[in-house]
């Protein structure tokens, strides 16, 4: 759109404490209009409705803060969005993952769609349409009352959308630790036609593997009902613009904001903004669960019991040996070399993506105890 022309009868709503209905006409009326309802609180258990409105309609910013940002309350605090009156939520994620920042870690960043100006806060700028009406509500599911919550929701109503305008979607899901030999799935496969936006996806490297790299996975992504992927990458920090390794960087569209090489802890993430990726029927997205280090250390790690299965080897300049393919090599025949292997971390991911329908296929998000379990220590100083 634009900035110096106005669409016909669209009107703008800010929706907060001091004016929860958007209404016309309707914000700051408390305490004779002196910043008389700015925050709330939300209760062990309850669920507090952030925003309702009916009609047709486009949310274009959602900021946040809060009073405790812990790991464990922005993991146990859940966002859900609905659209078009449906009872299945299209977003249903906690909080914190869900402004593009994992494993609870707060820093300053910016990129297309979040941002964090002081580590502190949390901006969402993602367009999402809606035709008859949307509906947003936090649930406090910790026993402990969320002291501060302020918040401000910027939308327009009385928008007109397409035909092929679309809802926006988001999901979350963990394993702790991934099923040996599988990839992880960053976006289950979900039915119907869209546009994968990307995600953001945390990692904790199991301490068994005593500090062996672990992004040598690919990210892959399947189209319909088809049994082999259509799109693959060359590995993990490929994926996200980067090259021999991972650490802290953020651009527009890909970025690492945690690189904790000591802990053990990465967080980053990739939105496909200038390269959409397009899907009609179903889609499914993702990421070889695959690490690397070299032939003695993989043979010590195997004879102290370390989950591995060898998958291949990079012999630098004398070849690379697919070990998966017949007659497959044993790499304790070998003397030097790169094995790239499967192992078994703790992974995460928030998936966003747009669909035809204002609900998707997708299991609910994951009890408190399966997001929480083992989280990471308290915010470190940012780098």
């Known amino acids: 759109m634009n900035l110096y022309e106005k669409p016909t009868g669209v009107?703008?709503?800010?929706?907060?404490?001091?004016?929860?209905?958007?209404?016309?006409?309707?914000a700051a009326v408390t305490n004779r209009g002196a910043k008389g309802y700015a925050f709330d609180a939300i209760a062990a258990g309850e669920t507090k409705t952030l925003l309702?409105?009916?009609?047709?309609?486009?949310?274009?910013?959602?900021?946040v803060t809060i009073d405790d940002r812990s790991p464990q309350m922005l993991r146990s605090l859940r966002l859900d969005m609905?659209?078009?009156?449906?009872?299945?939520?299209?977003?249903?994620?906690?909080?914190?993952?869900?402004?593009g920042v994992g494993l609870g870690h707060r820093t300053a960043f910016e990129c297309a769609l979040?941002?964090?100006?002081?580590?502190?806060s949390f901006n969402c700028s993602i367009p999402m349409p809606f035709r008859t009406g949307a509906r947003i509500t936090v649930t406090n599911e910790t026993d402990q009352p969320l002291k501060h919550i302020f918040y401000d929701i910027d939308a327009t109503v009385g928008d007109y959308h397409a035909a092929n305008a679309m809802y926006f979607h988001a999901c979350w899901r963990r394993e702790t630790p991934n099923a040996l030999g599988q990839d992880f799935a960053i976006l289950p496969c979900v039915e119907g036609s869209g546009r994968f936006l990307g995600s953001n996806v945390g990692v904790v490297a199991s301490p068994i593997y005593e500090g062996s790299w672990w992004g040598e996975g690919?990210?892959?992504v399947w189209f319909g009902e088809d049994k082999s992927p259509t799109l693959c990458g060359s590995g993990t920090e490929d994926y996200i613009g980067t090259g021999w390794g991972q650490g802290l960087f953020t651009n527009r569209t890909q970025g690492c904001l945690l690189a904790d090489t000591a802990g053990g802890r990465w967080a980053f993430y990739r939105y496909h903004i200038d390269d959409?990726?397009?899907?009609?029927?179903?889609c499914q997205v993702a990421i070889q669960t695959i690490g690397g280090n070299g032939v003695k250390k993989i043979v010590e790690l195997i004879d102290k019991g370390a989950p591995i299965i060898p998958v291949s080897v990079d012999f630098d300049a004398k070849g690379f040996v697919r070990l998966l393919d017949p007659p497959g090599v044993d790499i304790r025949t070998l003397d030097n070399g790169w094995v790239n292997f499967w192992r078994q971390d703790d992974w995460s991911a928030t998936a966003y993506f747009y669909l035809d329908r204002p609900s998707s296929n997708l299991p609910p998000l994951a009890q408190l105890a399966e997001r929480t379990r083992g989280m990471s220590p308290p915010d470190m100083p940012s780098s």
Do not use: M, Q
């Open 11 to 26: 009107e703008t709503r800010w929706v907060s404490f001091e004016n929860p209905t958007g209404a016309r006409a309707e």
């Open 52 to 63: 309702y409105l009916t009609g047709s309609g486009t949310i274009r910013r959602i900021w």
């Open 82 to 99: 609905f659209w078009d009156g449906e009872s299945k939520p299209a977003v249903s994620v906690p909080l914190g993952d869900f402004f």
């Open 114 to 120: 979040f941002s964090d100006p002081e580590g502190r």
């Open 218 to 220: 690919e990210v892959k």
């Open 276 to 282: 959409p990726i397009y899907f009609d029927g179903a």
